[in-house]
C-alpha cells in the first residue's frame, strides 16, 4: 500500500508505503474498535432492559401493597399495560 502526501509548503509530493506489520496492526486496529462497539452496545442494552424490569416490578409491587391496604381488587395501570389484582 502506498499512501500519497503532498507537503503543503513545498508542494512536492512524497510516498509513503507501509510495512506488512503495520498493515496488520491498522487492520486489528479498525476490528478491534468495531467489535468493542458491538459489545459495548450490547452491554448497554442489557442494563436498560434490566433498568426497566426493575422499574415496572417496582410499580406493580407498590400497586399490590396499595391493594392490601386498601383491601380491594381491580385493575391497576403501570406505564403501558393494565393489570389485574387479586
Not at 500519497?4 to 491498522?26: A, E, F, N
Not at 458491538?38 to 452491554?43: A, E, F, G, L
Request: aromatic share 6%; net charge positive; glycine share 10%.
Amino acid at each position: 500500500m502506498r499512501v500519497v502526501c503532498q507537503l503543503p509548503m513545498k508542494g512536492k509530493v512524497v510516498l509513503l508505503t507501509l510495512s506488512r506489520w503495520q498493515k496488520l496492526g491498522i487492520l486489528l486496529s479498525i476490528l478491534w474498535a468495531i467489535g468493542a462497539a458491538i459489545y459495548q452496545r450490547s452491554v448497554d442494552v442489557g442494563r436498560a432492559q434490566n433498568s426497566v424490569k426493575y422499574a415496572y416490578k417496582s410499580c406493580l409491587d407498590g400497586y399490590k401493597d396499595l391493594a392490601k391496604v386498601r383491601a380491594g381488587k381491580g385493575k391497576v395501570h403501570c406505564g403501558l399495560h393494565e393489570r389485574e389484582l387479586g
